[in-house]
């Protein structure tokens, strides 16, 4: 049987080209997300490629996450792959001025979210003694930048927890991996800035940005390694950046 990939956050952007390329290639899909008619859309499109089942939560809600994940059904809960990848940045500001239901949401979807999501899942990996683990974490998660201080310490602390669990998972033969972009343009920005898409596009001025479809491809190709090689931390630019602050913008 082809390998099951449950996907957090395949509504948009990385986790929805994800979704696509996955399902061109095959495998069988989880995928969720809130906007459930996003979800219906993307079901009903890839199922003509791949089965697909979708799960509508809130990586936030402790108890939805454990729920839908607990109820999946049996030809469904066995999963091979799991991509946290649902979460974005909220604000864009200095610190003393950025708000705090800003700071919550990205430690609850970012943070508490991807916990919840491998605690309902990683325990059926370890029992089986087989499994992937794809985080998507961030050049946020690796350097700090001016008005993302907890954005960055979100993904900070992606970084953190994908770490620790590469080491206490090693004994069970589970890859961990951590994929680390710097700037893609998908819907993180308009999200970031609040729906005003001229600050949103204004973030990828003078230069090519990555795709999600970029990004995709990446974790494409690091699942289908053969078993005993997992590739462990990518960090991906678009060539015009050089660190989470050096950008080269074409006038
Ligand atoms: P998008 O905004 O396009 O996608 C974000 C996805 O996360 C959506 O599918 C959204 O689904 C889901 N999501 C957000 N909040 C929640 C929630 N509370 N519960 C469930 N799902 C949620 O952004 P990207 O594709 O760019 O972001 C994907 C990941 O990549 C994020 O973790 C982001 O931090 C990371 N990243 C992005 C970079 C970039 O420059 N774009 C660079 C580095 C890392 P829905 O709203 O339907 O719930
Ligand atoms: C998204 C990329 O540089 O805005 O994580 O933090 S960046």
């Known amino acids: 049987m082809n390998h099951t990939v449950f996907i957090t956050g395949a509504t948009s952007g990385i986790g929805e080209a994800t979704a696509r390329i996955l399902a061109s290639r095959g495998y069988r899909l989880v995928i969720c997300g809130r906007r459930i008619e996003r979800l219906q859309t993307l079901q009903k499109e890839l199922e003509k490629l791949t089965s697909i089942y979708t799960l509508n939560f809130d990586v936030s809600d402790k108890r939805s ?149 970029d990004v995709a491809e990446i974790i494409l190709f690091i699942i289908s390694r053969p078993d005993h090689v997992n590739i462990s931390d990518v960090i991906v630019f678009p060539t015009a950046q050089a660190s989470a602050t050096i950008v080269h913008r074409e006038k």
């Open 65 to 213: 996450v454990l729920e839908s994940i607990n109820k999946l059904p049996s030809e469904w809960n066995r999963i091979d792959i799991l991509i946290n990848n649902a979460g974005n940045a909220h604000g864009f500001d200095l610190f003393h001025e950025s708000n705090m239901d800003d700071w919550e949401a990205m430690i609850d979807i970012n943070v508490k979210g991807l916990l919840y999501v491998s605690k309902a899942i990683i325990p059926g990996m370890v029992e089986r003694r087989k499994g992937h683990i794809i985080n998507i974490g961030s050049i946020a998660g690796k350097e700090v930048y001016p008005r993302g201080s907890v954005y960055c310490a979100s993904k900070h602390a992606v970084d953190a927890i994908n770490n620790g669990m590469r080491l206490d998972l090693n004994a069970y033969g589970i890859k961990v991996t951590e994929i680390n972009p710097g700037m893609v343009e998908t819907e993180f920005s308009l999200v970031r800035f609040k729906g005003d898409s001229e600050k949103a596009r204004n973030t990828y001025k003078g230069l090519k940005p990555l795709t999600g479809n």
